[in-house]
C-alpha cells in the first residue's frame, strides 16, 4: 500500500495533524507542497491533502495544486482540515474542484486547532492550546483508520445554515488573500534577521534595504507575522500587543523550507 499526504502549513498546525496520521497510518510519505512537483502522489493508492482553513476555504495555493497534482484511477483521495472554529464550506470545494477532473473526493474530515489570525484574536492559553492538541492527536488516529478502512462519503464541513453563509465569505476570502499583504507592516523592531524571507512558504517576502518588502502574492498564512522572533511584523496595526500563534512542536528552521531538500515520494 503506497500512502501520500500532502500538507500546506503557515504556523505548524496542519503539519502537526499531518504528521500524526502519517504515524498512525503505516507507511506515508509527507510531502511539504510548496516543495511538491505534483507527480509524487502519481502512484499511490491514498493521496492526503492537508491544509488550514482561509475564510471558510481553501488556500488558493491548495486549489492550485489540487488541479495539478497527479492521482492515479481508483486511488482513495482525501482532505483534512485545520481550522479555529468553522471548516465553513472547504471539503466541498475541495470536492468540487477534483470534479471538474473526473476525481472523486473519497471523504474530508475537519480537526480543530488554535486559530492563527492574529487580526481577530492573539494566541488562545497554553492549557487551551494543550487541551486542542489532546483532542486533535484522537481524531488524527480516527481517520488513519478510516482511511485504512476505505471509508466515503463523510464530508466534516459546517453544519446549515453557516454552510449556506460560508459561500459569501468565500468569495469576499478569494478575491482579498492574493493582496492581503498591502495591510502588512514592519515596526521599528526589525533587526533585519531575514526569518520572515526565508519562512514565507511562497517566496512572497524579499528584504529589501533590511526591511521585508512583500510582492502581492500573499496566502495571508500569516508565517512572517507569527514567526517574527522580535514581533515587528503586524497586519495594520490591529495586531499591535496581541499574542503570536506557533505550534509549539515546530521550530523557525523546521519551516524554512527552501534551505531543505525536494521532497521524494
Ligand atoms: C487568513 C486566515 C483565514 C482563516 N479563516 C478561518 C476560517 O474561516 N475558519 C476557521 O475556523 N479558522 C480560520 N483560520 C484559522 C486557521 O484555519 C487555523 O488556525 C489553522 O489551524 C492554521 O493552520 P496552520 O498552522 O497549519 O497554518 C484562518 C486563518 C487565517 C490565517
Redesign the pocket.
Known sequence: MVNVMFW????????AVAECVAEALAGTTLVPMVQATGDEAAGADTVGVAF?????GLPLYVLDFLRRMAIKDGAYVYTVA???????VSHREAAATLRERGIDLSAGWSVR?????TPLSGAPSARAQERCFAAARAKATRIAAAVTSRHYGRLEDSFLPMRVISPL?RCV?KRR?PH?DHAFRVSDHCTSCGVCEQICPVQNLRLEEGHPTWRGQCQ???ACLQWCPVEAIEVGWITKGRTRYR?PDFTAEDFMLRSAPPAQA
Not at 485545520?82 to 465553513?88: D, E, F, K
Open positions: 500546506f502549513s503557515g504556523t505548524g498546525n496542519t503539519r488550514p482553513v482561509y475564510y471558510f485545520t481550522m479555529g472554529s468553522s471548516p465553513g486547532m488554535p486559530g492563527n489570525y465569505f476570502g488573500i492581503a495571508e498564512c500569516m505550534h
